[in-house]
């Protein structure tokens, strides 16, 4: 599959969940499923960034669901969703020994659709369907997981 379509995919999954897309990159590089010793994102292998990654997405599930999150389009949230989706594209990138930057700047793009897409996609089923926004975030993350980990699995 072409590299910059992954890039943006692992970018959409920061949009949903922000730190799903670093959490499954880094546990791919540490694995060797992503190739990205010798570079400036050699770090992400490490275990120390798969705990920290892991820790901090299974946080993010937990407080996604408390009434006083705040909506994941405020600039705050954004900025971070951007981030971490610029981290995961560089990997998804350096992996195929393309650009870092070029990488960044596609996860970032992937990013900010899954930003505005999932917060519009969950308002309109929450509104639509008449239920309680858990019953759409919880496969909302379920989907997030799902593509970020068909994105990272070798081929």
Request: proline share 5%; net charge positive; glycine share 12%.
């Amino acid at each position: 599959m072409n590299t910059v379509v992954l890039a943006i995919g692992i970018g959409i999954v920061a949009g949903l969940r922000a730190l799903t897309a670093p959490a499954l990159v880094s546990w791919a590089a540490h694995l060797g499923w992503l190739y990205v010793k010798g570079t400036p994102l050699a770090f992400m292998g490490s275990k120390v960034a798969v705990v920290i990654f892991t820790l901090l997405a299974i946080v993010e599930y937990i407080t996604d669901q408390l009434p006083s999150t705040p909506a994941r389009a405020v600039p705050m949230q954004l900025i971070a969703r951007l981030i971490m989706g610029a981290l995961a594209g560089a990997c998804i990138c350096v992996s195929a020994g393309q650009s870092l930057l070029g990488g960044a700047v596609v996860g970032a793009v992937g990013a900010m659709i899954g930003t505005y897409g999932g917060y519009e996609g969950r308002k309109r089923l929450v509104n639509g369907l008449k239920v309680k926004d858990i019953f759409i975030a919880i496969p909302e993350n379920l989907a997030a997981i799902g593509l970020g980990y068909f994105i990272v699995t070798p081929r």
